[in-house]
């Protein structure tokens, strides 16, 4: 009986832990459970009716402002740029293109060694009100050391009225580098127009 005693006890200590774990397992799922059950789904998307996909607006090209100058007045814009002008009685839209170079082809297998090359430029007048005389002698030439550039127009001017434009080219050859074209119709530097020519 003593044997059966000491085995007593551990028995029922074995058998309370047993019981205890099963309990506490049950009771933690519960719990879970139950705060699972307890939180509230989240509501649904409201969408105003008849809403749908709108296309969203894109950055567009940079435009810039059109330039203006009257007599007087001086602007240095880049080359291909518009310059509205205001010249006493007239309005008029320059504007120079270009220039236009034949970049030399070299053999297969070799650089391009020419320091210049053959290239125009467009002078293009548009008239709103009056008339515009330009003698291709107001035109000058300057490469990036500040040097003149031989000009050869393919006319000695050119007249433009409203509905008639004209079109003055300006030949030359041009060196890799910063070159700009200035129209002094008055003597004095109204308009440069500015470009950088790449022979590569």
Request: proline share 10%; charged share 10%; hydrophobic share 40%.
């Amino acid at each position: 009986m003593t044997a059966s005693a000491r085995r007593g006890p551990g028995s029922i200590r074995s058998r309370g832990r047993g019981l205890i774990l099963p309990a506490v397992v049950a009771l933690l799922v519960a719990g879970l459970t139950g705060c699972t059950q307890a939180a509230p789904a989240a509501p649904a998307a409201e969408h105003a009716p008849g809403a749908g996909s709108y296309p969203v607006a894109t950055a567009g090209a940079n435009v810039r402002a059109l330039q203006e100058v009257s007599t007087g007045g001086y602007r240095l814009v880049a080359a291909g740029d518009p310059v509205r002008v205001h010249l006493g009685g007239t309005t008029a839209l320059i504007t120079v293109a270009g220039p236009d170079v034949a970049v030399p082809v070299p053999k297969p297998g070799e650089p391009i060694s020419a320091a210049t090359a053959p290239g125009v430029l467009t002078v293009t007048v548009v008239v709103s009100t009056g008339a515009v005389h330009a003698s291709a002698s107001t035109f000058l030439g300057l490469d990036q050391k500040a040097l003149p550039i031989r000009l050869t127009p393919d006319a000695s001017a050119i007249e433009a009225t409203p509905g008639h434009p004209a079109t003055l080219h300006l030949r030359s050859r041009f060196g890799t580098g910063h070159t700009t074209l200035t129209w002094q119709p008055t003597g004095k530097p109204l308009i440069t127009w500015d470009f950088t020519v790449e022979i590569d």
